[in-house]
């Protein structure tokens, strides 16, 4: 009888298959870049676009940073901050614009549009409201515009991508209150949007209609209420881990720490005038910069003794590191050195109207700009619907 009930029953079925993790990047273990790295790229190609007017080496700049973030990006709040940037950058963009078309952009052949001129007093002479309104003023309105939101644009994919409390971790003890300040400001967009979107998700969830203003009204409360909360949760974290509590420093050594500090400084920017005016003597150039720089740094090492503090597993700079912070230093030089070389094609003239051109530097710049897509590793992702693939369903027999 038992033989036949096991002759009988359906043969037994298969586990399904284990969910392994899927690692993007061929194999390269997911984790996150040192936040310097991708500072010092961002701060690459911001002086890169620095460097010119033109606006095709401009627009793929901001491709290329574009690319970066959104390979390389995490799921954490401020990684969603880049669009946000990139809708600043068309607000400035449009505000060069409008500049020149307001005040006065009638200087040029082409005239487009003849606007009524608004009289203005005497004392107001050589500025002029509206009247005719010129292709060549209002394109360049537009290249000065675009160059300063590519500006902006990378310096908000250094913020998408960086972690700015591992940021927070590499600096200084000297330096550590003020890098607290610096790294919180640049927290601070980051969590806005992450509270806008959570608060918009809510209203969607509740049923809650209605756009413009009676929208902007119901989302802004909540938006304040929640920052103020992080606020005041960020305050009670830093108290109860003894932020700015420093070790026993008599008064002298604090006083010996301020006065080398204030001095270095006080060096650096004479140094800094020196070389910058050509009438000052020799002295209050190079060297005064030089001595400067050392006053300050041995102020910053005497005050570093002041902050106790521990780390946990440091961030260690790495061979992908090396390479995402070469990138950006590469892609700046490139460019400094187009424009050495054809700096007509750079700075693409207005007047008369002519299509801007591209320097094979130029090209190799951005692609080195590029290159941390696929130089740097893997993000690692916080959700584990990313990280796992789902499992296939099971078949029916």
Not at 119 to 130: D, N, T, Y
């Amino acid at each position: 009888m038992t033989d036949q009930a096991t002759a009988d029953s359906p043969p037994a079925r298969p586990a399904p298959p284990v969910a392994r993790p899927v690692t993007p990047g061929r194999g390269r273990l997911p984790r996150l870049l040192h936040p310097g790295a991708w500072w010092l790229w961002a701060l690459g190609l911001a002086t890169a676009a620095s460097h010119t007017t033109n606006p095709l080496p401009l627009a793929m700049i901001v491709a290329a940073a574009a690319l970066v973030v959104v390979r390389r990006r995490g799921d954490a709040p401020w990684a969603l901050a880049f669009r946000m940037y990139l809708v600043l950058g068309a607000v400035i963009v449009a505000m060069r614009v409008v500049f020149r078309l307001v005040f006065g952009g009638g200087q040029g052949d082409t005239v487009l549009i003849d606007l009524p001129e608004v009289p203005l007093p005497q004392w107001a002479a050589g500025i002029r409201l509206f009247g005719p309104v010129a292709a060549e003023q209002l394109l360049g309105g537009c290249y000065d515009g675009l160059r300063l939101a590519t500006m902006l644009i990378c310096l908000g994919a250094a913020n998408a991508l960086a972690n700015p409390k591992r940021l927070l971790k590499a600096v200084p003890g000297a330096l550590y209150a003020v890098s607290t300040a610096v790294v919180v400001a640049l927290s601070v967009a980051p969590q806005l949007v992450e509270s806008v979107l959570r608060v918009r998700r809510a209203r969607r969830l509740r049923g809650a209609a209605g756009q413009g203003l009676r929208a902007l009204r119901g989302i802004a409360l909540p938006v304040l209420a929640d920052a103020l909360d992080r606020s005041l949760a960020l305050a009670a974290a830093m108290d109860s881990r003894g932020y700015g509590r420093s070790a026993a420093v008599p008064g002298g050594a604090r006083v010996l720490t301020g006065g080398l500090v204030l001095a270095g400084l006080t060096g650096v920017c004479v140094g800094t005038y020196g070389l910058l005016d050509a009438t000052v003597p020799g002295y209050l150039g190079l060297p005064m910069l030089l001595a400067g720089l050392a006053t300050a740094v041995v102020g910053m090492l005497l005050a570093g003794r002041r902050v106790r503090r521990s780390r946990y597993r440091p961030d260690r700079w790495r061979g992908p590191e090396f390479a995402v912070a070469a990138s950006g230093v590469s892609a700046a030089a490139l460019l400094m050195a187009a424009g050495a070389l054809e700096p007509a094609r750079l700075y693409p003239p207005v007047s008369p109207l002519t299509w801007p051109e591209l320097t094979p530097l130029t090209l190799l710049a951005v692609v080195v700009a590029v290159a941390p897509a696929w130089l740097a590793p893997p993000p690692k992702l916080t959700a584990p619907s990313k990280l796992t693939a789902p499992p296939k369903p099971e078949t029916p027999r």
